[in-house]
């Protein structure tokens, strides 16, 4: 099982970016789909994005889609969240998370409960 740690997070501007990294240990990472969740204060946890193990495929969900990209460098054994044209309402807590399930990717959102590895998450912050 991997373990994840996520690091990036930070007080943002509206209209700022940051870049979201999650770092894995552990074998086999190249064999895990990975997928970013965030959780806003009273709020459920929101699948935001999410790429395949052999990095073809990605999914987002429509709130942040034409804002941010993920990406993945197996070299490093991380994937990447880059956010732009932050809103406040991207405030929350954001997770990335592993399965070896790659059809977790298809949509039409990101199920948690197929997701067995969970990071600590890294708090981010949109305000003026």
């Known amino acids: 099982q991997l373990q994840l740690v996520e690091s990036g997070g930070g007080l943002v501007q509206p209209g700022g970016s940051l870049r979201l990294a999650c770092a894995a240990s552990?074998?086999?990472?190249?064999?895990?789909?990975i997928g970013w969740f965030r959780q806003a204060p009273g709020e459920e946890r929101e699948g935001v994005s999410c790429?395949?193990?052999?990095?073809?495929?990605?999914y987002y969900a429509d709130s942040v889609k034409g804002r941010f990209t993920i990406s993945r460098d197996n070299a490093k054994n991380t994937v990447y969240l880059q956010m732009n044209s932050l809103k406040p309402e991207d405030t929350a807590v954001y997770y990335c998370?592993?399965?070896?399930?790659?059809?977790?990717?298809?949509?039409?959102?990101?199920?948690?409960?197929?997701?067995?590895?969970w990071g600590q998450g890294t708090q981010v912050t949109v305000s003026s």
């Open positions: 998370a592993a399965t070896v399930d790659d059809l977790a990717v298809v949509g039409p959102r990101l199920d948690r409960n197929l997701f067995s590895s």
């Open positions: 552990g074998p086999g990472f190249v064999y895990y789909a």
């Open positions: 790429i395949s193990s052999s990095d073809d495929s990605t």
